[in-house]
């Protein structure tokens, strides 16, 4: 109906603003993301407003391939920008969904994307409310861009924050980190290898809702998800906000996947570095820790979850490692560019 | 500093969410965007909440060229979220900005985008509060592709909708049509025309305030921005949405700017489907629509609007154009795609 070949792809015309964009809105964006905000098919989306602060975040999502194991372009797309609210905090409300497609695209493949972040923004209970769609000619850019926005809402008395850590705050890590970027990577390279080696890519919006809900008011003081950089560069990230304190972490306790460990030993990568679209790091005070963790293990997403170090005076802004044979070595963050469009 | 050549251009390593990427965050975007909700640099903003409904917008900016006469790239994507927001009658509180960024953009001109954003931002008085930047390898886009997205807040009582346009609604255009489609169609044929064709990239938020201050509360009824597929396509919208009412409109009576005309002359085109990005139409109830036009016709951005025709019974969903000579035609949304990469 779109196209007269067989194969239907992605025309300019599905770009234009007029009839074909219509079309297009219709057959694949309603059929899947359907809710009444969005089918207004207004300007803006207008919808109501809840007490608290306002969270506002925005992610754009270039992953190639696009299809991974564990995941697409979409389930980053919805879970990076949720995971992104999450980590202030806040109570994620709603999502935009901004298009950049590729002339070209086979519709099939775009269809599939979109009922992969329906299925998502579903399982999360975050609604898609708002959208937009540009098509550029061929070769100018690749597939599928996806960029998506989202609001949260902070409850009155939250205030997560790297700068809200504290000497002796324990830190911990919801799960296996580097699954995602050892995932695309081995992908990329044609490596076929033996384990089920798949993105973590999922919302972290419930866990942390959890920890707000359970733990001590007060007591949950930062958070941070290791996506690109991975928990190297976040932690670094920490210990620059920590004004005056060190990370510490210990290089046993942080948990790696054993087919993740065994392909970055082939590949020569460092798990530290590898980013993560599942998990997050979570500052808790001393006193709570312990039933933290607890919490964390009792959710699918976080079952995994370890505590890895601490962050404690000393050498202000630096991350240490204190490794299995007793040494120490600083990680700094991310030098160079390992894996473009990871995410 | 970011490279060795004489001309500094975006690296893959940019992307990475490293050292390179906190460059240039601090070196550009930090440099001209500095506010401090934005300067804290966690993974979304939080920011004080408004009494009123939540508007929320989204789009992609991938204009070419990026540079044109009457704005950017930058310009249109502060603008045009602005505007999104602007036609639900919402107060325009607060943008994000997604960049996907060419391996070898030049950062002279990353820099003056990114300063024109600042100043538009600065001049609405919306400022950006997130953001987000990735890197594709050269040849995977082009140059620059930005994404908006903005969040309002709809004062109590306001309701701006294409559905609740009424039989007898005056509409109003709010300045020439045309300039910022013909602008960049003539620029890139590469024809030097007669005359000052510039975009007419403008934001028309307090143009909207204006109104909402100043109108019988429940007069303005609707507001829409014809942008991608033109006034043409805009009011096929709005004919949609005002169940059982269709769009009248004048032929003398729309204002398109004579070179505007004579470049459509020349090339072959409508002036009702080429797109504008600082101009809006309202449809206001019959009594306040004289009233409507002084308020537009008093700022700088609506001074030269026309009331160009009403809402009337008839012809469900079809608009109608009165033609000089006394005919009329129908006017159908935008079929094909005239020139891809307007906005």
């Known amino acids: 109906m779109m196209n007269s070949k067989s194969k239907k792809t992605i025309l300019l015309d599905h770009g234009s603003g007029g ?5 297009l809105i219709a057959n694949i964006f309603l059929k899947h993301l359907d809710n009444s905000i969005l089918a207004a098919l207004e300007d803006s989306a207008v919808m109501d407003n809840h007490p608290g602060k306002l969270a506002f975040s925005t992610d754009s999502y270039v992953v190639d391939p696009i299809f ?27 999502l935009s969904l901004g298009l950049i497609l590729e002339e070209g695209l086979d519709l ?49 008395g939250v205030e997560i924050s790297s700068t809200m850590a504290k000497e002796g705050d324990m830190i911990l890590l919801s799960g296996s980190m580097g699954d995602h970027g050892i995932t695309i ?77 065994a392909a970055c030993e082939i590949m020569g990568l460092d798990p530290l570095y590898l980013a993560n679209e599942g998990k997050c790091l979570a500052l808790v005070a001393p006193e709570q820790a312990a ?22 005076a000393g050498k202000a802004g630096q991350v240490i490692l204190r490794t ?9 963050p991310l030098h160079g560019e390992p894996l473009p469009r990871i995410c």
């Not at 620059?240 to 046993?252: F, M, P, S, T």
């Not at 039933?291 to 404690?312: C, D, F, P, W, Y």
């Not at 299995?324 to 700094?332: A, M, V």
Request: charged residues 20%; contains cysteine; aromatic residues 2%.
């Open 68 to 94: 991974f194991p564990g995941g697409d372009i979409g389930t980053l797309a919805v879970h990076g920008t949720i995971n992104d609210l999450a980590m202030r905090g806040a109570r994620p409300l709603c």
């Open 185 to 261: 990577m081995t992908r990329r390279a044609g490596l076929t290898l033996d384990g089920n080696l798949a993105s973590d890519s999922a919302a972290l919006h419930e866990l942390v809702a959890l920890l707000l809900e359970k733990l001590s008011p007060g007591t949950l003081h930062a958070l941070r998800d290791p996506t690109r950089g991975g928990v190297a560069t976040s932690l670094n990230e920490i210990a620059a906000a920590a004004v005056g304190l060190a990370v510490e972490i210990d290089d046993l306790a942080i948990p790696v996947k054993t087919e993740v460990r």
């Open 108 to 156: 099939d493949d775009l269809e599939r994307i979109i009922a992969s972040i329906a299925k998502c923004s579903k399982s999360a209970g975050v609604p898609i409310v708002t959208g937009d769609t540009k098509v550029v000619p061929k070769d100018k850019c690749d597939k599928i861009f996806i960029n998506t926005s989202g609001i949260g809402i902070v409850a009155e």
């Open 324 to 332: 299995s044979i007793g040494g120490s070595r600083i990680i700094t």
């Open 19 to 23: 009839i074909a964009s219509q079309e």
């Open 291 to 312: 039933e933290a963790l607890r919490l964390m293990q009792s959710t699918s997403v976080g079952r995994n979850a370890a505590i890895i170090g601490s962050l404690k």
